[in-house]
Each structure stands twice: as C-alpha cells, then as structure tokens.
C-alpha cells in the first residue's frame, strides 16, 4: 500500500491526506487479537477521512460521530480505548463531552483537537480532565506520536519492585538511589528515571521517540541526542565495560534494550 503524508492537517473545510510515511505494526492489542479502537468525535467529513485513513492504515479499529451528543453515547456504549475530540462540535461542545464522559468513564483517555489560538480551550479541556491536545493545523506524526503516548500512559503496567538487582548493581525504586558494588552511585534524576523505565520494561526494544515521550515527555525534549548521552553516562556508571555493555544494549535501526 503506498503511504502519503501532509505536513499539516486540521484546517476546517480542507481535505486532508494524512496517509502516515511508516507504519510500525499493529498495537499490542491487535497482535493478542483485539484492535485498539478510537473514536473520532469530528463534524468535518473530510478531516473523519482523513484520520480514519491514517489510524486504520497504523492498525487501529475507528469509529466516529458528527455531533458532540452521538459522540458522548459512543464514547459510553461501544467503549473505545481512545477518543479524539474536536472542541467546536455541534448540539454539544467538545469541552461539555469530556466533562460527561470523564464523570462517567474517567479511565478513557481523551485528545482535544483545538483551534490555533483558542489557548482558553486547551486550558479548559486540561482541567476537565483531557489526557492531551493537538491545535489545528496538525501534523499527522505528531497526532500520531501523542495518541500512541496517551495509550502507553493509559495501559496497566506491572508494578516496579522496591528493589532491583543486576550483576553488582543494586536500584532502589523508591529510594531513588543506586548502588554498585556496595557503594552508592550518582545518577541524575532524568538518568535514574530512564533506569527506572528500563527497568519496568525489560528485554523490550525502546525507541528513541519513545523514551523521549515517556521519560522526559512530548513537550520538552529537544532531540534525540539527548538520550544517546544519557545512555552513555549510564553505561559509564552502570556497566563493567561501557564499550562493550553487557545490560543496555543498542538496538540498531531501533533503540535500546535493557537484559539486567
């Protein structure tokens, strides 16, 4: 299937073609048999399109709604593991569908599409309880990158140990400190919280974005330099040989992987 991509998408009474450039693969769900599903809640005909082209091309079941209050009977009935809302909807607000639908489904994650400038919007949907928002125009990999961040955020994980062992290294969690060999190690907080994620996701190959999104977060990062140098100076403190590390391991053409 050939893919497209805009650089920018969300303008009210344009067409967008938002085909995403790479498709990574199906969600975790999809690969245990249950598509993740997102409801679009959107009045324009061409942006439902364009989004629903681009989520089902990246694996994912899309329902939508026209209007705030089909929206909000979706969003309660057919229980969508995302949804994404448009602010200005008709018969209901998008602000007054998440605040009913998060008094009502409080754990279904919820991003707010908001118009350039309409800062009051993004302000108001936070507050009442949206996981996230995108202004108009949008480029569709950022739309991308938060809705697959949101879900992350949004998915049970199994709980860290308060202590954690590998070779002579010792973490704990809770303590935020570190120890190898018996004495103690300085880490950054940023160097122990990317541990610490690697930690509550072991044997698992962890992209660049990916930990940017997650540990330093999608609004701060500034490229992903920043977790190569971390990296090293984890490696620096952590391993017995950082040219040859033997626990956070480079995944070439994908990440890292940490085998403590």
């Not at 967008?16 to 324009?44: C, H, Q, W, Y």
């Amino acid at each position: 299937m050939k893919s497209k991509m805009n650089s920018t998408a969300g303008l009210k009474g344009r067409a967008p073609d938002l085909r995403s450039a790479n498709r990574p693969g199906r969600t975790k769900d999809a690969e245990a048999g249950k598509r993740t599903r997102i409801l679009i809640v959107e009045d324009e005909p061409a942006m439902v399109a364009g989004l629903r082209d681009n989520f089902e091309f990246e694996g994912y079941d899309v329902i939508s709604a026209d209007n705030g209050v089909t929206g909000l009977e979706r969003a309660l009935t057919e229980d969508p593991d995302l949804v994404v809302l448009d602010v200005m909807m008709p018969r209901m607000s998008g602000l007054d569908v998440c605040k009913q639908l998060k008094a009502k489904r409080p754990s279904v994650p919820i991003i707010m599409l908001t118009a350039r400038g309409q800062e009051i919007d993004k302000v108001v949907g936070l507050e009442l309880g949206a996981d996230d928002y995108v202004t108009k125009p949008f480029s569709i990999r950022e739309l991308m990158a938060r809705v697959k961040a949101v879900l992350r955020r949004a998915s049970p994980s199994a709980p860290l140990p308060e202590v954690y062992r590998f070779s002579d290294v010792e973490v704990n969690i809770r303590g935020n400190e570190v120890l190898r060999a018996g004495k103690p190690i300085e880490l950054s907080s940023k160097e122990f919280a990317l541990l610490a994620y690697f930690i509550s996701h072991p044997t698992e190959t962890l992209s660049r974005d990916r930990l940017l999104d997650d540990v330093w977060g999608y609004d701060n990062y500034p490229n992903t330099r920043t977790v190569d140098t971390h990296i090293v100076h984890l490696r620096q403190k952590l391993e017995l040989n950082p040219e040859e590390p033997r626990f956070i391991l480079t995944v070439h053409g994908s990440g890292y992987k940490f085998v403590g």
